[in-house]
């Protein structure tokens, strides 16, 4: 009998990991769909505004897109009311961030002047937004921008320090490789190597908390907190080098 007990226990236990990890598999698949089709319609906006992007996700609604449950990640315990980035996931990157402000939030407690009130909830940080850069944010070609959006274009554009070639040459950022749109709410799912920004200068790799984002090309990817700090190839675990 007691046998028996002990193998229905760990049948159980079993049982519950495999319902969990379902769970969690068909929430990234909720929100790889949600971003996938924010691709399709950025890229759509972009090719009727002359390939400027929105100020903001929420003027995407109703146009380009006519669901606003879209905007809501269901691993997001805030259900896109509050604060983009999970605080318990900004401690465990140790990151005191201003990105966390009101000024890039696209939701009822954003303080963006243009973006679309029918838009009341956003769980996504919209990397191309038309919130202020903060000071000292700049690509290689030394500009200060005064928008989010125009601070990005220049890292397509020129590149920053944080990507080199051999060479120390600095390189641009593939339109394949920037994010556009960022979610931050799958961080305990699992974790990839990647370099943390305290690490930016010897690119060290150890293992980070994913992201899940649509890139300004379109394409979804799985990344690093630092999405600048994705290894490139050719780059080891061990020491990105």
């Not at 000024?103 to 191309?128: H, I, K, L």
């Not at 000071?135 to 890292?155: C, E, F, L, P």
């Not at 920004?197 to 649509?214: F, G, K, L, M």
Request: aromatic letters at 10%.
């Amino acid at each position: 009998m007691l046998v028996v007990i002990v193998i229905i226990g760990i049948l159980g236990s079993a049982l519950v990991v495999s319902v969990q990890s379902g769970y969690k598999q068909a929430r990234q698949a909720n929100c790889k769909s949600n971003l996938r089709q924010f691709g399709v319609a950025l890229t759509i906006y972009r090719g009727e505004h002359d390939n400027q992007t929105p100020d903001w996700l929420s003027n995407l609604y109703p146009d380009y897109v006519d669901d606003r449950s879209m905007y809501v990640c269901r691993s997001d315990k805030n259900a896109g009311q509050n604060i983009l980035r999970p605080p318990e996931y900004v401690q465990s990157i140790n990151d005191n961030s201003t990105l966390d402000a009101p000024a890039f939030r696209d939701n009822d407690t954003g303080t963006g002047s243009t973006r679309n009130p029918a838009v009341m909830t956003c769980s996504y940080f919209y990397e191309f937004s038309a919130a202020s850069v903060p000071s000292g944010w700049k690509a290689a070609n030394a500009v200060q921008r005064n928008t989010m959006r125009d601070y990005k274009m220049d890292q397509m554009t020129y590149g920053d320090e944080n990507n080199q070639d051999k060479n120390n040459n600095v390189m641009p950022y593939s339109a394949s490789r920037i994010p556009i749109i960022r979610c931050y709410h799958h961080w305990k799912d699992m974790k990839l190597y990647g370099v943390a920004y305290a690490q930016r200068n010897t690119r060290t790799a150890s293992r980070q908390p994913i992201t899940i984002n649509v890139a300004y090309a379109g394409n979804v990817f799985v990344g690093p907190p630092w999405w600048e700090g994705t290894l490139h190839p050719g780059e080891t675990q061990s020491t990105g080098q």
